[in-house]
C-alpha cells in the first residue's frame, strides 16, 4: 500500500489486489496498518478518507483509474456534454479516467495531455506535455483530426496549504484550458472545467460569459463535500 502524487498534486491511493471490503469502506491487512503509522497526520487522515469513500471502491470494482470519472458521468448526466461523433481534448488527464469514460460513451475521437504519464487507454491518443507549449495545440488538433467539440479540464495545481493561494492557482489554471477552448473549439462547442469555490473567478467567467451562450457552476454528487471544488460547465460555444 503506497500514497501517491496524482495529476491534480493530490495524494492518490494504491490499494493491493488482496484487499477486503465491509459496509464502512476497504479494511486494512496487519502490513497495511504498520505502513500508515510511517505517514505524516494529513498522509494518513487522506488515508482514512479514501478508505471510507466509496467513490474510490466502486470506481476500483468498475475499473476506473480514479474516482473522477464519476464526475465527469455525473456532469454529462445533468448537462449532456458529449454529443454523438464528439472529439474530445482533456487536458491534464493523468491518470485517465476522464479519458475512460469518454472511450466509454462513444466519442469519436479522444486526445489527452498531461505533463505526468499516463499508461494508454484503448484508442485515445496521449501526448506527455505542456499544452500551452509551442506548437502544441497543433498536435492535439491534428491527433483529433480536427477541431474539438468538447474541451475539458479537471487540472488543479499543486496545493501549498493556504487557501487563497491555492485557488487561485487552480482559476489560473482554468483560464488557461478556457482560453485553449476559445481559440480551437468547434460552433456550438462545450467547455467543462473544475475550479474551486471562492473569489477570483471574475476575468473566467467574464471570459466564458461572452463566448458561450450558457455558463454554469455546479457540484456532482460524487465531489466531497468537503471539498471546494466546483465545475465550470459552458455550453453553446459562439465561434
Same mark, same amino acid.
Request: no cysteine; glycine share 10%.
Given at each position: 500500500m503506497t500514497v501517491e502524487e496524482d495529476a491534480e498534486g493530490k495524494r492518490r491511493w494504491k490499494a493491493p489486489m488482496d484487499a477486503r471490503t465491509d459496509s464502512s469502506g476497504r479494511s486494512m491487512t496487519k502490513k497495511e496498518k504498520v505502513r500508515k503509522k510511517t505517514l505524516s497526520k494529513s498522509s494518513r487522515e487522506w488515508v482514512d478518507r479514501q478508505l471510507? #469513500? $466509496?467513490?474510490?471502491?466502486?470506481?476500483? #470494482?468498475?475499473?476506473?483509474?480514479?474516482?473522477?470519472?464519476? !464526475?465527469?458521468?455525473?456532469?454529462d448526466e445533468k448537462f449532456h456534454v458529449l454529443k454523438r461523433g464528439a472529439?474530445?481534448?482533456?487536458?491534464?488527464?493523468? $491518470? +485517465?479516467?476522464?479519458?475512460?469514460? %469518454?472511450?466509454? %460513451?462513444?466519442?469519436a475521437r479522444v486526445v489527452g495531455i498531461d505533463l505526468l504519464p499516463v499508461t494508454p487507454i484503448g484508442e485515445a491518443t496521449i501526448f506527455m506535455a505542456d499544452f @500551452?507549449? $509551442?506548437? %502544441? @495545440?497543433? =498536435?492535439?488538433?491534428?491527433?483529433?483530426?480536427? !477541431? $474539438?467539440?468538447?474541451?475539458?479540464?479537471? %487540472?488543479?495545481?499543486?496545493?501549498?496549504?493556504? !487557501?487563497?493561494?491555492?485557488?487561485?492557482? @487552480?482559476?489560473?489554471?482554468?483560464?488557461?484550458?478556457?482560453?485553449?477552448?476559445?481559440?480551437?473549439?468547434? =460552433?456550438?462547442?462545450?467547455?467543462?472545467a473544475k475550479v474551486f469555490q471562492g473569489g477570483a473567478q471574475g476575468a473566467l467567467l467574464e471570459q466564458l460569459k461572452a463566448n458561450f451562450d450558457d455558463v454554469r457552476h455546479w457540484k456532482p454528487p460524487s465531489s466531497?463535500?468537503?471539498?471546494?471544488?466546483?465545475?465550470?460547465?459552458?455550453?453553446?460555444?459562439? +465561434?
Open positions: 471510507r #469513500d $466509496p467513490y474510490v471502491r466502486k470506481a476500483q #470494482d468498475a475499473g476506473y483509474r480514479a474516482r473522477a470519472a464519476y !464526475k465527469i458521468k455525473e456532469i472529439r474530445v481534448v482533456d487536458l491534464g488527464s493523468a $491518470p +485517465g479516467g476522464w479519458l475512460q469514460v %469518454m472511450i466509454e %460513451m462513444g466519442a @500551452t507549449e $509551442p506548437g %502544441m @495545440t497543433e =498536435k492535439l488538433i491534428a491527433a483529433l483530426g480536427d !477541431k $474539438p467539440t468538447l474541451v475539458l479540464s479537471d %487540472m488543479a495545481a499543486n496545493t501549498v496549504g493556504h !487557501k487563497q493561494t491555492d485557488h487561485v492557482r @487552480t482559476v489560473g489554471l482554468a483560464e488557461a484550458a478556457a482560453q485553449f477552448a476559445v481559440e480551437n473549439l468547434v =460552433k456550438g462547442g462545450t467547455f467543462v466531497r463535500s468537503e471539498s471546494p471544488e466546483t465545475f465550470v460547465i459552458a455550453r453553446g460555444f459562439r +465561434g
